[in-house]
């Protein structure tokens, strides 16, 4: 039970990462450039190793709490209206998760300006000099443009960001942005499409050691990135998490195999991310082509959590929650001897939670309809008819801990953003006043 499995820090980093790039294609690659920049920051104002690690992991992860492709492209400008939401947002989310707290503090800093050095504090707090650092590499970042031109484009950035000395940017951070601008390395790996494996060659991450608890705090760090991106699908997860952990130990799962499962239950959904707003929220069936863009999301799952090794067990059973026994389930079609129990007894979970849960279209089923609805997808040969007997057999139990599960979820929603509306430097940029 207490086997730790060792992750290289960088790899865990980038799922998430990646996993944010799918919200919006606009921003693909824009986590990496300032975790890039922000590292060539430090290192060129000659800060010890682990503030310049510190750097690569809170620019990967600096627009964490930014979850709607609007809010995500809006970043995209090179002055923000109401900048401070998502950093808040983010700088809670990354509390969560201890080997990423450290980072906490420089996202939620990372739009105050300078301002003539008052930007030293802000809301009478001390703001970290690598929230500075942040925020010029991620401006440097919005200003790059693909492609093989950029080199043409270095005067324009270096003036851009010149100008904004003392203002927008600390003079010292904007003298050792021109000590790398002059190095055409530096913007060619900025453009460069192997702009990760070259961060990753660079990074001095060094691997992390999760026991299961650790890896079930990573977990639930994707789970509220799911979930908090929609009061329609705040409690999802949860559900599913409910009842795939009653199901696996009444399947006889180890413990450990018990503490997997509720880990690969968080990580479902992960793929979610890439599904428009518009379609997790529609309050109606979806059509035949919103149908379409959703069944993709099992197969982003499989994608972000590939790159780890040591989660290919917890992957497998996440990702194929959509295939079925009879091969005719999505994305990859596998069939009855291709899929794990681990896999089957999810999908069961995955189905339970969507049927009895209320949707904005639709009460939740009774007993009589759930398991009818179930049993019928077992006659089509597509959930395993044992792992549905496990349901039959404790329904009423395995419900109620569904339903306290999502009430949970629901309160813990509701309470991280009252506090979020609650910060007076939110409410005050929602009120259109200046900070």
Request: charged content about 25%; hydrophobic content about 45%; some cysteine.
């Amino acid at each position: 039970m207490d086997r730790e499995t060792r992750i290289p820090l960088f790899d865990l980093v980038a799922c998430v990462s990646d996993a944010l790039d799918l919200v919006s294609p606009a921003v693909v690659n824009h986590h990496m450039q300032v975790a890039y920049v922000a590292t060539a920051l430090a290192a060129e104002l000659g800060l010890p190793q682990r503030q310049r690690n510190a750097l690569t992991v809170a620019g990967a992860l600096h627009d964490i709490g930014a979850f709607s492709a609007k809010e995500r492209q809006d970043t995209l400008a090179f002055e923000l209206a109401r900048p401070h939401r998502h950093a808040k947002i983010g700088g809670m989310l990354l509390t969560m998760f201890e080997p990423f707290a450290e980072t906490a503090g420089m996202v939620l800093f990372h739009h105050v300006p300078w301002n003539g050095g008052q930007g030293k504090e802000f809301a009478g707090v001390e703001v970290p000099l690598e929230s500075h650092i942040l925020h010029l590499a991620d401006r440097i970042a919005v200003l790059v443009k693909p492609g093989p031109s950029v080199l043409g484009n270095v005067d324009a950035i270096r003036a851009r960001i010149s100008e904004q000395s003392g203002k927008m940017f600390a003079p010292e951070l904007v003298s050792a942005f021109e000590g790398l601008a002059v190095k055409e390395y530096f913007w060619l790996d900025l453009a460069s499409p192997d702009l990760k494996w070259v961060l990753r060659q660079r990074s001095q991450l060094g691997t992390l050691g999760l026991d299961i608890n650790g890896l079930g705090r990573f977990s639930d760090l994707f789970r509220r990135l799911i979930d908090f991106r929609s009061h329609y699908t705040a409690t999802h997860c949860s559900g599913v998490r409910a009842t795939a952990d009653a199901l696996a130990q009444c399947a006889g799962f180890s413990e450990r195999e018990c503490h997997e499962m509720s880990v690969a239950s968080r990580l479902h959904d992960v793929g979610k991310l890439a599904i428009p707003l518009e379609i997790l929220e529609k309050p109606a069936r979806l059509t035949e082509d919103e149908f379409a863009v959703m069944r993709g999301h099992v197969y982003h799952t499989f994608r972000i959590l590939e790159p780890i090794e040591g989660l290919r067990q917890i992957r497998n059973w996440a990702s194929f929650h959509q295939e079925r026994l009879n091969g005719r389930g999505y994305p990859f079609h596998l069939s009855a001897p291709e899929l794990p129990l681990g896999a089957r007894l999810l999908a069961v979970a995955d189905v339970f939670t969507a049927i009895t849960e209320d949707r904005p279209y639709r009460a939740g089923m009774t007993s009589d309809e759930a398991l009818a609805a179930l049993d019928r997808m077992v006659d089509s040969i597509e959930l395993d008819g044992d792992v549905v007997s496990l349901v039959r057999n404790d329904f009423d139990a395995i419900n109620a801990l569904r339903v306290r599960a999502q009430r949970a979820a629901s309160e813990e929603y509701g309470e991280f953003f009252r506090t979020v509306t609650e910060d007076p430097v939110i409410r005050r940029e929602e009120a259109g006043e200046a900070s």
